[in-house]
């Protein structure tokens, strides 16, 4: 059977419309893996609170400050943490005063810092 050009025509047509449709196809399947990729990528920087990274280097006024606090914060904390452990030393240090040898070492640093204590 013999076809007129018309369907010719026509079949080419719908070849060409097929072999387009194939790459649109393909076009949206690799659209789709990347949505997945961004998605992926997304949750990461959720979960890696990257927006408080970005908002601290885009900020640098509240960088400073917050700096500032910590700073202030820190050495505080290594002030009070020093004369409690120094306290608590000393404390443990007068239970031994009676030991002899031992003892009258530990007397005499009590007494040193006694001395230091009452100078201020």
């Not at 400050?65 to 000393?90: D, E, H, M, Q």
């Not at 240090?93 to 030991?99: G, N, T």
Request: without cysteine; glycine residues 6%.
């Amino acid at each position: 059977m013999k076809m007129n050009k018309k369907e010719e025509l026509d079949i080419q047509e719908i070849e060409r419309l097929v072999h387009e449709l194939q790459k649109y196809t393909r076009s949206l399947e690799k659209a789709d893996k990347l949505e997945h990729q961004l998605e992926r990528i997304s949750r990461a920087l959720e979960r890696a609170k990257i927006t408080d990274v970005l908002l601290n280097y885009t900020h640098p006024r509240r960088v400073f400050f917050i700096n500032i606090l910590v700073g202030v914060g820190r050495g505080l904390g290594l002030t009070i943490g020093t004369v409690i452990v120094i306290s608590l030393l000393g404390l443990i240090l007068k239970q031994f005063v009676d030991v002899p040898l031992v003892g009258e070492w530990i007397n005499n640093l009590l007494q040193y810092i006694n001395i230091d204590n009452h100078q201020f």
